[in-house]
């Protein structure tokens, strides 16, 4: 179980920072280039390429060249919809229900139903006396 911890710590190190969920949001739609990425996300192009080239290690991300210009996907949609999911969880939770307008908006079914989400969670402010539950 070391090996999977390790691999699974790896992923979410990938996710943890928010430049690279930021590109994510920008290619979750569709393929797009290097200038668009920058275009879309406001970094400055060193940055940029620097988190790609991250995001393609991990696998995250595919690329392509086309020319002079190298385009890049996202590799597996497991990341966009993890993404997505947990993007909806934490907005609903500020009240916000999200809609196809936020982007992480993959063509896939949702494991979570997203009506209702708002209640579904609010968070659960134990007294203070109390601990509250860990939930999985």
């Known amino acids: ?54 995001m393609y290690q991990a696998g995250m991300l595919a690329r392509r060249r086309e020319g002079t210009q190298i385009f890049y996907r ?15 969880q934490v907005m609903g939770r500020a009240g916000r229900v999200p809609d196809a307008r936020d982007g992480f908006d993959v063509p896939s079914a949702s494991p979570i139903p997203l009506q209702g989400l708002a209640e579904a969670t609010t968070p659960r402010h134990p007294p203070a006396n109390q601990k509250e539950e860990a939930s999985v």
């Open 1 to 54: 179980m070391h090996e999977v911890f390790e691999s699974v710590a790896r992923y979410f190190s990938v996710l943890g920072e928010p430049t690279r969920l930021r590109i994510l949001h920008a290619l979750c739609q569709e393929e797009q280039c290097v200038n668009e990425i920058i275009r879309v996300t406001g970094l400055a192009q060193a940055n940029a390429s620097r988190h790609l080239g991250l």
């Open 74 to 88: 996202v590799a597996d949609p497991v990341y966009v919809e993890l993404c997505r999911t947990v993007s909806a």
